[in-house]
């Protein structure tokens, strides 16, 4: 018997209590434990009932996705839960905790279900690549119908016990100790001698329009193809016996786990996880955070304090005037206010937030009494200097000192204070209370306990933290600068903008390059090109078109124009048209014959400029490892999950062949396409990205 199912007879009831922490997934030990325990029972003349029971945080969070790319084990998980449908014993599972995936699957193959009020229940395959893969596809619609089957399994979401119930998926929510509620119901089962109720004995889901629900399923998805097998799937439970639909089940099961998606997808929940844990932050105990303060009361300084406000933490922010401190409340109350409309806080939570927890002032000695400053104020190192030597002067010793900037050196400004270790840089992204992304950025001198306290900030906001290094941009905003300046190229050398726009979105990004400049206003570009002019090389290649339309003032969606024009109050946008005669009329003066780009060309270039900018990040250390770097991509930049990042996306292409495309295209232009070294030895040496996230290099 295995260690991770205990097995105990409790009256005519075999308890099957699964013990593999921290969630229970089903493990190789799990799955035979669970079939060696259901024998167990059957040849036990006493019991009459097998309550399934997980012990811990939940009751199963589905199939071990360590498991997946390895050489399968039996029993199966499909098997399992055939052979626990088919038991002659009446099977319940008590749920508490979450109840996902194959869990789910699981607690389907039982006869009856019982869960805590507090349980969740859900099929997220979606969110690996995968859909369900032992059973889930073909009973919950014989549960739950068709359509909802279908939304639950393309949605991936979790469903509270109270809509599990009402959907028929659970059968009974009680309260109280798990085994004892499983227990209870057990015997109340038995004693009106309720039938054996397997799942795949009722009838099949209805026929509904498949195509229909496929088609709107892929739109959906923007390239992702998981949740259209998933449709497949719930089509063949509806068409098939339910055998015959175990089997589509499984094959197209087979091909998601072989798809490139799931192995991007599965890079990506694994490495969300990993990215915080610095080797160097074990065993270091940040410092104590129950109050901030925010520099600046702006787009970041607002979005920042109202992350904290949202996370019970006091904030005290400091603005210039009396009318820019009206200014920045109003902006605050204002996130907060859709915080309420989307049910996130309360209306009473709302008041005391902006009472109680919020201080906006002029005054800088309000700071006294903060743990940690994140300064928001305007790109501009002289200003960010004068704020922190203020801030030295008024701060508390051992307060943090952060800065939010987005390209500075943070060294610099660390220099301009008395305590260089206390010194940081978080770097949000707009909107801050919205964007799961904090890049910590640890400068020559920052103390580890700073380092340690800037990832339990962003623990405590709920961000995706990643370390970075001091450089232009950081890890994000520096790879953004390249990738975006190969999209300049194309257009210079013939690719419209929309053409780019599309082909990428197409391509899985949540918007095109073009379209994400107007978004974060043209005149950000413009400062950046002006600010970089003097250090340019000759060869470097910026284009001016853009800034001509800057000139009139034209700075993209605030102003109503710029790539596209934007009418007022519609989220709808248009090419617009003086963009092409501006490019012609660059074109012409650089003697450039324009010429077609296919969509799979601009997706190649843009994508290889990006790649060859993150190996520089990593080789640099910059980035400490590249699934770091894949994780900025994610969270920031709305690179598609799909494909797990940049560099999950460059080993899924084989690093061989982006190699090979970056040095074809540096034939033309040298000065842009350095290959990068740690690229070259990679394939050099026949190795992935992959390999480095599994062995570090420093
Ligand atoms: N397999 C293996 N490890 C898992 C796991 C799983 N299914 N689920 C969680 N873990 C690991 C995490 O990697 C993490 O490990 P770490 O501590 O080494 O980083 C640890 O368990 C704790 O997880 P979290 O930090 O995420 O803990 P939370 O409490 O925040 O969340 C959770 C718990 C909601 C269960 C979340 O982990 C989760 O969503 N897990 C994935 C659930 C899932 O996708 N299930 C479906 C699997 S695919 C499947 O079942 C296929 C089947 O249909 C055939
Ligand atoms: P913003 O212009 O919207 O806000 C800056 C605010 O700082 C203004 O309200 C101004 O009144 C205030 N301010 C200026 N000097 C001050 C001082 N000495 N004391 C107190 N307040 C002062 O700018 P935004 O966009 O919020 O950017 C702020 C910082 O965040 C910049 O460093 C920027 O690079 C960085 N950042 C911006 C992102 C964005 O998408 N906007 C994303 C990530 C970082």
Redesign the pocket.
């Known amino acids: 018997m295995s260690d991770s199912v205990d097995y105990s007879v409790q009256g005519p009831v075999a308890v099957l209590r699964i013990q593999n922490p ?2 229970n ?1 089903l493990s190789q030990a799990v799955r035979q434990g669970l079939s060696d325990a259901m024998d167990r029972a059957e040849g036990d003349a006493n019991v009459k009932a097998v309550l399934i029971v997980g012990d811990g945080r ?1 009751f199963i ?6 498991e997946f790319g390895k050489p399968p084990k039996a029993p199966a ?1 499909p098997d399992l839960c055939t052979r626990i449908e088919g038991s002659p014993l009446l099977v319940i599972a008590s749920m508490h905790g ?1 109840s ?3 869990g789910l ?1 699981v607690a389907l193959g039982a006869h009856y279900r019982v869960a805590q009020p507090s349980a969740v229940v859900g099929l ?2 979606v ?2 690549g ?1 859909l ?3 059973g ?1 596809t073909q009973r919950l619609p014989r549960l739950v119908g068709a359509d909802k089957a279908i939304e639950a399994i393309t949605s991936g979401r979790q469903i509270g016990a109270a809509e599990a119930h009402e959907m028929g998926i659970i059968d009974k929510i009680e309260e109280g100790d798990p085994q004892e509620v499983g227990l209870a119901y057990a015997a109340s089962l038995l004693a009106e001698n309720a039938p054996r109720r397997p799942v795949s004995e009722l009838p099949a889901a209805e026929e509904i329009d498949w195509n229909a629900a496929y088609e709107g399923v892929m739109k959906k998805g923007r390239g992702q193809i998981s949740g259209g097998a998933g449709v497949r799937a719930v089509q063949a439970a509806s068409e098939l016996p339910f055998a015959d639909g175990m089997a589509a089940e499984r094959e197209l099961f087979m091909e998601m786990l072989a798809s490139d998606q799931s192995k991007g997808m599965i890079h990506a929940f ?1 490495n969300e ?2 990215v915080s844990n610095l080797p160097e932050l074990k065993g270091v105990e940040p410092r104590p955070l129950k109050a901030i303060g925010v520099i600046g009361g702006g787009t970041m300084g607002a979005g920042i304090a109202t992350a904290a406000l949202l996370s019970k933490m006091d904030v005290v922010l400091i603005e210039m005037t009396e009318e820019q401190v009206a200014a920045a409340r109003g902006r605050i109350e204002g996130n907060l206010s859709g915080a309420v409309k989307r049910g996130k806080i309360s209306q009473e939570q709302y008041d005391a937030l902006t009472t109680k927890a919020l201080t906006v002032s002029t005054q800088y000695d309000t700071l006294s009494d903060v743990d940690l400053v994140i300064e928001a104020v305007f790109e501009n190192m002289k200003v960010k200097k004068e704020v922190f030597g203020k801030l030295d002067v008024v701060c508390k010793a051992g307060a943090i000192l952060a800065s939010n900037t987005s390209y500075l050196d943070v060294d610099e400004i660390a220099a301009a204070t008395s305590r260089p270790a206390d010194v940081i840089g978080l770097h949000f992204f707009s909107p801050a209370h919205v964007m799961k992304l904090l890049e910590v950025v640890v400068a020559d001198k920052t103390a580890i306990d700073v380092v340690a306290t800037g990832f339990a900030l962003g623990k405590r906001l709920g961000k995706i933290s990643v370390r970075a290094g001091v450089c232009d941009g950081f890890i994000g905003n520096r790879i953004l600068a390249v990738y975006r300046t190969v999209a300049d190229h194309m257009v210079l050398d013939g690719a419209s903008p929309y053409q780019i726009d599309k082909a990428l979105v197409d391509f899985g990004f949540a918007m095109g390059p073009f379209a994400v400049a107007d978004l974060a206003g043209l005149d950000i570009g413009w400062m950046t090109r002006k600010r970089k002019a003097p250090d340019r090389h000759p060869d470097e290649r910026v284009p001016t078109y853009i800034d001509k339309l800057c000139e009139k003032g034209h700075f993209g969606r605030k102003t109503g124009e710029g790539y596209y024009l934007y009418e007022a109050g519609s989220r709808a946008s248009v090419p617009n048209p003086k963009i092409p005669e501006l490019i012609a009329a660059e074109q012409a003066e650089l003697k450039i014959t324009p010429r077609d780009f296919s969509d799979e060309e601009i997706v190649r270039r843009y994508m290889c400029a990006m790649v060859n900018e993150s190996a520089k990040v990593v080789e640099e250390g910059i980035a400490r490892r590249p699934a770091d770097v894949d994780m900025v991509l994610l969270f920031g930049y709305g690179f598609p999950r799909f494909w797990g990042g940049p560099l999950k996306w460059a080993d899924l292409q084989g690093l061989e062949a982006v190699l090979a495309d970056i040095e074809r295209f540096a034939t033309e232009d040298a000065w842009f396409w350095k290959p990068s070294a740690l690229l070259q030895q990679l394939v050099a040496e026949g190795r992935s990205f992959d390999d480095l996230n599994r062995a570090p290099a420093k």
């Open positions: 921290p969630v997934a939940a969070a589905g199939a071990d996705i360590t998980l979450v996902l995936g194959g699957e997220p395959e969110h690996l995968l369900p893969g032992a889930g694994f996880r990993a």
